[in-house]
């Protein structure tokens, strides 16, 4: 991945953690789909690529969001 681009989504993800003011479940890459444990540990928000949407864990439980639902 770009650095520029990382910056970037680096910069989002904590902007939205002070909005929310929740931490993001421990992930080693952002990019990467999450996993049944990283999502049940963390309690915040992480997320995963689905082919026509993604998946975000939210308070240890998956709720599929659609791209075009935005």
């Known amino acids: 991945m770009h650095r520029p ?3 970037l989504l680096t910069a989002t993800a ?3 953690t002070l909005l929310l003011g929740t931490a ?3 992930s080693p890459d952002p ?3 999450v996993t049944a444990s990283q ?3 963390g309690g915040g ?3 995963g690529p689905g082919i026509f949407g993604e998946y ?3 308070g240890g439980r998956y709720h599929y969001h659609p791209i075009n639902d935005r």
Request: proline fraction near 10%.
């Open 14 to 16: 904590a902007a939205g």
């Open 5 to 7: 681009l990382l910056a």
């Open 39 to 41: 999502c049940t540990q």
């Open 45 to 47: 928000r992480v997320w």
């Open 24 to 26: 993001p479940a421990a």
């Open 56 to 58: 975000l864990c939210i």
């Open 31 to 33: 990019g990467a789909p």
